[in-house]
């Protein structure tokens, strides 16, 4: 389905962010319907839809009170339970991007042991998928996305303003930019996946106004993306970290992985803080100014 994301310059604000997010809850029941899909690929594409969904939630919330925060957080419990099934995916791709990556170097993971470890993963793909995508989890997918449009059908955001949609976007810019760490090339894993979550939240939102100035709108929600990726990809290196630990089902490579997964782990930070340096370079003034610049420049025809 084609989902609406972002305002069209003059229009009423709040019609067209119930709009848009009547869709964001329609796409992850469209995916969930859909036969043509397999069940990983469902999983991902809910999981990504739920995201953007979310996004709206908690950017609404000063705006939707106490509603908008209670699915939002069971929209999180929902995504929670389907991340069990996507984490073996996760781990196989990180392997594959770590392993590409060290090509060529002396701790590049010999033939044989890639085989193995992407055997091993893909063996706890299928049993996660057997254990996780089950009719209980559907069911509740429906019976959540369901709700969540009556809510929304409902929701009264008619006395909206850009101005109120500045400031929610300038808020998510700030958290962003208060989360990222002073000191990158020692920053944890946890403040490192903070951040994620935090660009996640910005990347989606900014769609929202990508349309003021379309170019550089598009080059934003690109960066954003770009860093997303970088950061994800850190957080599936994590998770493919704590598959070979101590009795867990990867532990017989961990010699042989874990010092590709640092060297990988290490070129994926140092991506991303080039690329939040540029992207959080403005002050959260300066984003509100100049998103407000924007609107006016283009409804003042």
């Given at each position: ?10 229009e009423q604000v ?7 997010a009547a869709g ?224 867990q089902p990867l ?51």
């Amino acid at each position: 389905m084609n989902v609406r994301t972002a305002l069209t310059p003059g229009e009423q604000v709040g019609g067209a962010l119930r709009e848009i997010a009547a869709g964001a809850v329609a796409e992850p029941l469209d995916i969930l319907n859909d036969p043509a899909r397999d069940p990983t690929t469902k999983v991902h594409d809910i999981r990504r839809a739920l995201k953007r969904w979310r996004a709206l939630l908690r950017m609404l919330k000063p705006h939707l009170r106490d509603s908008s925060e209670a699915l939002r957080i069971q929209a999180r419990d929902l995504a929670r339970r389907l991340t069990v099934a996507r984490d073996a995916q996760s781990a196989i791709d990180a392997l594959n991007d770590a392993a590409e990556a060290c090509n060529g170097l002396l701790i590049a993971l010999p033939a044989r042991t890639l085989a193995s470890v992407q055997g091993r993963l893909a063996e706890l793909r299928a049993e996660n998928e057997r254990n996780i995508w089950t009719d209980d989890i559907q069911r509740d997918l429906t019976d959540y996305l369901n709700a969540a449009a009556a809510q929304v059908s409902q929701w009264d955001l008619d006395g909206l303003s850009f101005s109120d949609l500045a400031d929610m976007l300038t808020t998510t810019y700030r958290r962003a930019r208060k989360t990222m760490p002073d000191d990158w090339a020692t920053a944890e894993g946890e403040r490192l996946h903070d951040l994620r979550r935090r660009v996640v939240e910005h990347r989606y939102q900014m769609e929202l106004v990508e349309p003021l100035w379309p170019r550089v709108g598009r080059i934003w929600v690109d960066e954003a993306q770009r860093l997303r990726t970088r950061l994800g990809k850190y957080q599936d290196l994590e998770m493919l970290a704590a598959k070979v630990q101590p009795r867990q089902p990867l532990a017989r490579w961990r010699s042989k992985l874990m010092p590709v997964i640092a060297h990988r782990q290490a070129e994926h930070v140092e991506a991303a803080r080039r690329l939040a340096t540029r992207l959080f370079a403005e002050t959260p003034r300066g984003f509100r100014r100049r998103l407000n610049a924007l609107w006016d420049a283009q409804t003042d025809d």
